[in-house]
């Protein structure tokens, strides 16, 4: 199982960045993905989650409505477009999968849930 996230980078307030994670090693299309994130001297939390099949998205509040899960099956890679960036969305982010299916998002973005991570890539806002 390889998870493989890029797209992360420098970018100013309210600028926009798309992150991939490319998957190899497992059915892809079996597991839902989500993605996390990390700030300095914080702990991992969850982001934002899609279904196996797409038909189900989550997200915390902090990024609702800037935020955007998508996933191509065909090319087993899943996305984050995130717009409206703030500085407090800087952190390393990390997609990972090997965790529950469906269920509540509390469930869904909970990192303890998932077993199978990514190296990360770095997203950092100035302001």
């Known amino acids: 199982v390889q998870l493989v996230e890029s797209g992360g980078g420098l970018v100013q307030g309210g600028g926009s960045l798309r992150l991939s994670c490319v998957a190899s090693?497992?059915?892809?299309?079996?597991?839902?993905i989500g993605w996390f994130r990390q700030a300095p001297g914080k702990g991992r939390e969850g982001v934002s989650c899609?279904?196996?099949?797409?038909?189900?998205?989550y997200y915390a509040d902090s990024v609702k409505g800037r935020f955007t899960i998508s996933r191509d099956n065909a090319k087993r890679t899943a996305y984050l477009q995130m717009n409206s960036l703030k500085p407090e969305d800087t952190a390393v982010y990390y997609c990972?999968?090997?965790?529950?299916?469906?269920?509540?998002?509390?469930?869904?973005?909970?990192?303890?849930?998932?077993?199978?991570w990514g190296q990360g890539t770095q997203v950092t806002v100035s302001s």
């Open positions: 090693g497992f059915a892809f299309d079996r597991y839902a």
């Open positions: 899609i279904s196996r099949d797409d038909g189900s998205t």
């Open positions: 990972a999968t090997d965790g529950p299916i469906w269920g509540p998002r509390e469930v869904m973005l909970s990192p303890r849930n998932f077993a199978r």
